[in-house]
Protein backbone atom coordinates (compact mmCIF):
# COMPACT_ATOMS: atom_id res chain seq x y z
CA UNK A 1 0.00 0.00 0.00
CA UNK A 2 1.43 3.31 -0.78
CA UNK A 3 0.13 6.01 1.37
CA UNK A 4 1.14 9.92 1.02
CA UNK A 5 -0.46 11.82 4.17
CA UNK A 6 0.67 14.18 6.77
CA UNK A 7 0.54 12.78 10.45
CA UNK A 8 -1.32 14.92 12.90
CA UNK A 9 -0.36 13.96 15.98
CA UNK A 10 -3.77 13.21 17.07
CA UNK A 11 -2.42 10.53 19.21
CA UNK A 12 -5.17 7.97 18.36
CA UNK A 13 -2.85 5.20 17.22
CA UNK A 14 -1.43 5.26 20.80
CA UNK A 15 -3.98 4.32 22.42
CA UNK A 16 -4.25 1.16 20.01
CA UNK A 17 -3.95 -2.12 22.50
CA UNK A 18 -0.94 -3.52 22.12
CA UNK A 19 2.56 -3.55 23.01
CA UNK A 20 5.07 -1.34 21.24
CA UNK A 21 8.28 -3.24 20.46
CA UNK A 22 11.53 -1.67 20.15
CA UNK A 23 14.31 -2.34 17.98
CA UNK A 24 17.86 -1.86 19.09
CA UNK A 25 17.94 1.39 16.91
CA UNK A 26 15.04 3.00 18.59
CA UNK A 27 16.47 2.27 21.98
CA UNK A 28 19.63 4.48 21.14
CA UNK A 29 17.49 7.16 19.72
CA UNK A 30 14.86 7.34 22.49
CA UNK A 31 17.68 6.98 25.42
CA UNK A 32 19.94 9.74 23.90
CA UNK A 33 16.69 12.48 23.22
CA UNK A 34 16.17 11.55 27.00
CA UNK A 35 19.58 12.04 27.97
CA UNK A 36 19.77 8.81 29.53
CA UNK A 37 22.24 5.80 29.02
CA UNK A 38 20.53 2.78 27.36
CA UNK A 39 20.92 0.68 30.25
CA UNK A 40 18.78 3.28 32.49
CA UNK A 41 16.50 4.07 29.71
CA UNK A 42 15.62 -0.26 29.59
CA UNK A 43 15.26 0.16 33.19
CA UNK A 44 13.25 3.03 33.17
CA UNK A 45 11.11 2.69 30.40
CA UNK A 46 10.83 -1.16 29.21
CA UNK A 47 9.58 -4.02 30.10
CA UNK A 48 9.81 -7.51 28.19
CA UNK A 49 7.39 -8.62 25.38
CA UNK A 50 4.79 -11.14 26.12
CA UNK A 51 6.23 -13.44 23.72
CA UNK A 52 9.66 -12.85 25.53
CA UNK A 53 11.45 -11.69 22.00
CA UNK A 54 12.19 -7.91 22.65
CA UNK A 55 11.57 -5.12 24.58
CA UNK A 56 8.68 -2.91 24.30
CA UNK A 57 7.68 0.18 25.96
CA UNK A 58 6.79 0.00 29.96
CA UNK A 59 2.62 0.20 29.33
CA UNK A 60 -0.54 -1.49 30.68
CA UNK A 61 -3.41 -2.41 28.67
CA UNK A 62 -5.51 0.98 29.54
CA UNK A 63 -2.44 3.02 28.51
CA UNK A 64 -0.02 1.15 26.18
CA UNK A 65 2.73 4.12 26.09
CA UNK A 66 3.71 6.04 28.89
CA UNK A 67 4.77 8.58 26.20
CA UNK A 68 1.38 9.81 25.32
CA UNK A 69 0.88 12.82 27.30
CA UNK A 70 -3.29 14.02 26.31
CA UNK A 71 -2.84 13.28 22.67
CA UNK A 72 0.88 14.56 22.28
CA UNK A 73 3.93 11.95 22.13
CA UNK A 74 6.62 13.66 24.07
CA UNK A 75 9.07 11.65 22.03
CA UNK A 76 7.60 12.47 18.52
CA UNK A 77 11.21 12.86 16.73
CA UNK A 78 12.80 9.52 17.97
CA UNK A 79 9.09 7.65 17.74
CA UNK A 80 9.93 4.11 17.34
CA UNK A 81 9.64 2.37 13.92
CA UNK A 82 6.94 0.89 14.86
CA UNK A 83 4.76 4.34 15.35
CA UNK A 84 6.48 5.62 12.71
CA UNK A 85 5.42 3.00 10.23
CA UNK A 86 1.43 3.21 11.05
CA UNK A 87 -0.15 3.52 8.92
CA UNK A 88 1.27 2.80 5.87
CA UNK A 89 3.37 -0.12 6.31
CA UNK A 90 0.64 -1.80 9.39
CA UNK A 91 -2.52 -0.66 10.39
CA UNK A 92 -5.98 -2.19 12.00
CA UNK A 93 -8.80 -3.12 10.88
CA UNK A 94 -10.75 0.59 10.34
CA UNK A 95 -7.49 2.36 10.74
CA UNK A 96 -8.91 4.96 7.77
CA UNK A 97 -11.34 5.87 10.61
CA UNK A 98 -9.42 5.96 13.16
CA UNK A 99 -6.17 8.14 12.01
CA UNK A 100 -6.64 11.60 11.58
CA UNK A 101 -3.98 12.35 9.45
CA UNK A 102 -4.02 15.01 6.84
CA UNK A 103 -4.53 13.69 3.29
CA UNK A 104 -3.70 17.13 1.77
CA UNK A 105 -7.94 17.61 0.26
CA UNK A 106 -6.82 14.27 -1.86
S1 LIG B 1 6.05 6.34 21.40
FE1 LIG B 1 4.89 8.13 20.84
S2 LIG B 1 4.00 7.65 18.84
FE2 LIG B 1 4.59 5.71 19.79
S3 LIG B 1 2.77 4.97 20.90
FE3 LIG B 1 4.03 6.15 22.33
S4 LIG B 1 3.17 8.20 22.31
FE4 LIG B 1 2.48 7.14 20.44
S1 LIG C 1 -3.51 8.05 14.14
FE1 LIG C 1 -2.55 8.79 12.24
S2 LIG C 1 -2.52 11.05 12.35
FE2 LIG C 1 -2.92 10.22 14.41
S3 LIG C 1 -0.90 10.15 15.39
FE3 LIG C 1 -1.30 8.11 14.48
S4 LIG C 1 -0.40 8.22 12.41
FE4 LIG C 1 -0.57 10.32 13.17
Not at 26 to 45: G, P, S
Amino acid sequence: MTTTFQCTRCGECCRIPGQIHLTETDIARMAAFLKLTEQDFIQRHTDLARDRRDLVIKGDPASPCQFLRGNDCVIYPVRPEQCAAYPAKWNNPGWENICKRDVGGG
